[in-house]
């Protein structure tokens, strides 16, 4: 299993990559980190359906994932994010999901964290981290077509 986040990410975005060449993209992975994405797809049948692609990954089977604040300001039709759990090593599981519904979801999610009291009945203070969740059976599992 693997045990640090750069290998995981690293494993997420290749991950990634092949699955997206599978369902007919040419998958571009800088060989640097790039802010707001970290593969280009292009699709072989329309070069004109271009996407940015931010991967998330995680090594087991929980389908949460960390995001930070910065995540709240992408939001763009040809921006979408991919979820992945490694499932320990297993097949991978992806979660293919347009940046606004992720948008929308973390800075809703944020808000009623700010404004639930703690467990001793404390505020919240603000934070830039943010957590998407999905069901494992969510409309977003393995939705490759919707690129």
Known sequence: MIK???STGNCGEYFVAAELERHGFTAAVPMSNTRDYDILAISREDPNKQYAIQVK???GSKTSWILKDKNEKISNSNVFYVFVNLNDGGY???YVVPSKIV???ISENHQIWLNTPGKKGQKHNN???RTFRLEKDSEYRNAWESL
């Open 127 to 129: 934070s830039s981290i």
């Open 103 to 105: 948008v929308d979801y």
């Open 92 to 94: 991978p599981d992806y």
């Open 57 to 59: 990954t995680n090594t």
């Open 4 to 6: 640090d986040k750069i």
